[in-house]
């Protein structure tokens, strides 16, 4: 059974920096490909960075620049390192995966495993 926990979120200022942090368990994350997405209060799912099976990534325009999704082979995890953090950057912060690398379109995809999230609030 797959199962994602993130953790690493927490509260910071403005232009301050995190790094969040996906363990995966059931599962070696080389077989999968992963995205982080977001959810602030009011306002739909977005994703927001996808490392596809193979090492190709993608970002949302809002992070781009900002925001680099890598992965760890020997601990299993999953990161999101964000810089230059902002306020409307405020969200329950959610890792998920897919076992495979045939997405077209990874930040709008369906995947199959989430977790349970973690907190980013950015304070101004």
């Known amino acids: 059974q797959v199962q994602l926990v993130e953790s690493g979120g927490g509260s910071v200022q403005h232009g301050g920096s995190l790094r969040l942090s996906c363990a995966a368990s059931?599962?070696?994350?080389?077989?999968?490909?992963a995205a982080w997405f977001r959810q602030a209060p009011g306002k739909e799912r977005e994703g927001v960075a996808a490392?596809?099976?193979?090492?190709?990534?993608s970002y949302a325009s809002s992070v781009q620049g900002r925001f680099t999704i890598s992965s760890d082979s020997a601990k299993n995890t999953l990161y999101l390192e964000m810089n230059n953090l902002k306020p409307e950057d405020t969200a329950m912060y959610y890792c998920?995966?897919?076992?495979?690398?045939?997405?077209?379109?990874?930040?709008?995809?369906?995947?199959?495993?989430w977790g349970q999230g973690t907190q980013v609030t950015v304070s101004s």
């Open positions: 998920a995966a897919v076992y495979g690398s045939r997405l077209n379109d990874p930040l709008n995809y369906d995947y199959d495993y």
């Open positions: 490392l596809r099976r193979g090492g190709s990534t």
């Open positions: 059931g599962v070696f994350f080389r077989l999968l490909s």
